[in-house]
Structure formats: structure tokens, C-alpha cells
């Protein structure tokens, strides 16, 4: 079985994400901030190199047309986003046709749903008039953004968040805020419960990677492009083969993202109040 470096690097740079993270709980905010950011951004550009830039271009313009469209800013970002995302990856398909290699289209698909969130919540910010202001659902309410509240410095540390800097998962604006400020139920995150919610995770994650090894030595998916395959195996094997590696291969995804969601909840960021339930990316159930 073969692992490309640049996945091994990734691997590597999420398991650092997990410590660092946790350490995030114990700083005071104005030194918080520096801490994500600076980190964040130098995990980023040591896992993905050079193929940073794109991001670096994006994070500009998407500012800018923030600023520049104001509140009316939701659709525009958001597809702008989505071609400048398709425009990368096509890139990559012209160039690297079956290639095997780690790029920066992971977290750009992630910054995606960020930069749609920080967008929309800005339109429901500027709403004015009381009963249209009533009439959003509890979430719009609670995310909504004044655009005079957004500077730039927000905005990439936002984009940086250290839990969040490689493959995210994506996260409302104000609770990044709230987060950074230690308000609300940030001031008080329960220690024994983010270590529990920790090593349930990671076990999560163990097992998911056990499943996807599995899958790759007894049924790996490469076996279906030989064509020797479908010659040897009749009908129902092969569809029996195919559902079963199929279904195995996709823990490799599960396995990193919940292997993301250990930094999240070490840093405590998912905690609701309640529980760590307030971010989630996948149940493997």
C-alpha cells in the first residue's frame, strides 16, 4: 500500500492540530487570536505548500467584494467562490490527470461553505425593518453580522482558525468570535467533558482507519480496473465485490474527518452548553 508524502504530511499536520488546539481553551483572548492565526497559517502552508497561494488570492477577493457589495454580498460570494474552486480543480485535472498527489482543493472546498456562511450572515445583518428581522428563522437571528463589525484581521483569522486551518470543518462566524472573546458558553467549557468527547473521537477515528485498512488489503478498489477481473468473476461476485469495496473505501474519508473533528473538540468550539454536539461532520453509524 502505497501513501503519497503530501498525504502522510497532512496526516501528520491534523494530528498536531489536536494539541494544539486543546491549548487553545487555556489562552487569554487577545492572545488567542495571534496563537490561531499565526499557527493555523503556518500548519497550512507546511502541509500544502506552495498550492497556498490560490487561497491567499481568494481570501483578497472575496474581501473585497464583501466590502465593495456590502450587504448584498450572499450570492455573489458564494459563486464566485464555487467557480474559483471548479476553476482550481479543472486546473488539476488538465495537469494531473490520475494523479495521486494532496492539493489544496480540500480546504478550499471548506472555505467555500465559510465564506457563504460570512456572506449570508452579512445580508441578514443589514436587515433593518423589525418584522423582516422577526421573520428569520432562530439560526439567522443568532448568526446574523453587522458588516461594520467585519475587518479584515477578523476575517482571515477566521479563515485560519486553527481546529478548522486544513480540511475544516466549517464553522459559523460568531461562534469563531464568541470562541476567541471566551463569551458566552465559551467562558465555561466543561475539561471532563472535552476529554471525553476527545477519546471518543479518537477511538471513532482508530476505527475508521482500521475498517478502511481492511477494506484496502482484503477488497481494494483497484482491483476493478483490470479487466482480467471481469473476465475470471462472474455477475454477482463482482457487484458483491464492488458494494463491499466501496463501502470500505469511504472510511478513508470518515477517518479524516473525524480525525478533524478531534481538534474541534479539543479546543472546545463544539460545546453548545450542553453538549459538543453544536459542530459535527459525519456519523459513521
Known amino acids: 500500500m502505497f501513501f503519497p508524502v503530501e498525504l502522510l504530511r497532512l496526516l501528520f499536520g491534523m494530528a498536531l492540530l ?17 496563537y490561531s492565526l499565526i499557527v493555523g497559517s503556518a500548519l497550512q502552508i507546511y502541509v500544502f505548500r506552495w498550492d497556498m497561494y490560490p487561497v491567499y488570492i481568494q481570501h483578497f477577493i472575496v474581501f473585497a467584494i464583501i466590502k465593495l457589495k456590502g450587504p448584498r454580498c450572499g450570492l455573489i460570494v458564494t459563486v464566485e467562490s464555487m467557480l474559483f474552486l471548479s476553476g482550481y480543480q479543472i486546473h488539476e485535472i488538465l495537469t494531473n490527470y490520475g494523479g495521486w498527489t494532496m492539493n489544496v482543493s480540500a480546504l478550499l472546498m471548506i472555505l467555500v461553505c465559510n465564506y457563504s ?23 439567522q437571528k443568532r448568526y446574523r453580522i453587522i458588516s461594520g ?34 463569551e458566552e458558553v465559551y467562558g465555561s467549557i466543561p475539561t471532563v467533558g472535552v476529554n ?33 477481473f471481469y473476465e475470471v468473476h462472474g455477475f454477482w461476485y463482482v457487484l458483491l465485490y464492488v458494494f463491499l469495496a466501496v463501502c470500505l473505501a469511504r472510511f478513508r474519508y470518515h477517518c479524516g474527518w473525524k480525525l478533524s473533528m478531534c481538534a474541534i473538540h479539543a479546543s472546545g468550539v463544539s460545546y453548545n452548553g450542553k453538549d459538543f454536539s453544536r459542530i459535527n461532520t459525519v456519523n459513521i453509524l
Open 196 to 228: 471525553k468527547v476527545l477519546l471518543e473521537t479518537i477511538g471513532e477515528t482508530f476505527l475508521c482507519a482500521a475498517i478502511f485498512l481492511f477494506g484496502e488489503t482484503y477488497y481494494p478498489v483497484a482491483t476493478m480496473r483490470s479487466a482480467d
Open 149 to 182: 463589525e467585519l475587518a479584515f484581521a477578523d476575517f482571515i483569522g477566521y479563515c485560519s482558525f486553527l481546529p478548522s486551518a486544513l480540511i475544516g470543518p466549517p464553522l459559523e462566524y460568531q461562534d469563531y468570535k464568541h470562541f476567541m472573546a471566551n
Open 117 to 139: 456562511l460570512l456572506a449570508y450572515n452579512l445580508e441578514d445583518g443589514s436587515i433593518q425593518d423589525s418584522k423582516k428581522v422577526e421573520a428569520l428563522n432562530p439560526d
Open 18 to 34: 489536536v494539541p494544539l488546539s486543546y491549548a487553545l481553551r487555556y489562552l487569554k483572548p487577545a492572545f488567542k487570536y495571534w
